[in-house]
């Protein structure tokens, strides 16, 4: 069917004119503008710092809001008490992570930056080893939180 609509003569003219037509990114506006400029800078694209990030960081924060309504349903579980120990540290490190560019952007304050970039990490780190250790030796983040709650 697909191939037949192709083959009438009004989709084939259509088709020869777009085809013709330069995208309108691609349309030269002044040609007295030079069309390199190499006084800017700029930096290769990163898989974890564009849309992907955005990504991770919403699924982090929707995964949160299931977690915390199955403990509540359900009551204590060992897998929600693992799902929630990586979620949350998780969900917090991206948080003060934006906090920390924002506020102390690596290109005014590079000491303070890179300072507080490892002290992040590093208790992030503390954080993830904390919730593992609490929900193996102990009684586990959702009990914990039923115990507090009640």
């Known amino acids: ?11 084939r003219s259509t088709a020869r004119i777009m085809m013709r037509q330069q995208p309108m990114g691609l349309v030269k506006i002044h040609s007295s503008v030079s069309q390199s400029n190499t006084a800017v800078a700029t930096h ?12 991770i960081e919403r699924a982090a924060s929707l995964a949160l809001v299931p977690l915390i309504a199955s403990q509540l349903a359900y009551g204590a579980s060992p ?5 929630l120990g990586v979620i949350l540290p998780l ?18 304050s590079v000491l303070v930056n890179k300072l507080m970039k490892g002290t ?5 780190t ?10 193996t ?14």
Not at 1 to 11: G, K, N, S, V
Not at 79 to 83: F, H, I, M, S
């Open 137 to 150: 030796n102990d009684i586990g983040i959702t009990e914990f939180i039923s115990k507090m709650w009640a």
């Open 91 to 108: 969900h917090l490190h991206i948080g003060w992570d934006a906090c920390i560019t924002d506020y102390f952007n690596a290109r005014k």
């Open 120 to 124: 992040l990490y590093l208790s992030t």
């Open 126 to 135: 503390g954080v993830l080893v904390g919730c593992y250790q609490f929900n």
């Open 79 to 83: 897998v929600t008490d693992t799902l």
């Open 44 to 55: 290769k694209p990163d898989r974890l710092h564009g849309s992907y990030h955005w990504d």
């Open 1 to 11: 069917m697909a191939l037949r609509l192709a083959a009438t003569p009004a989709i």
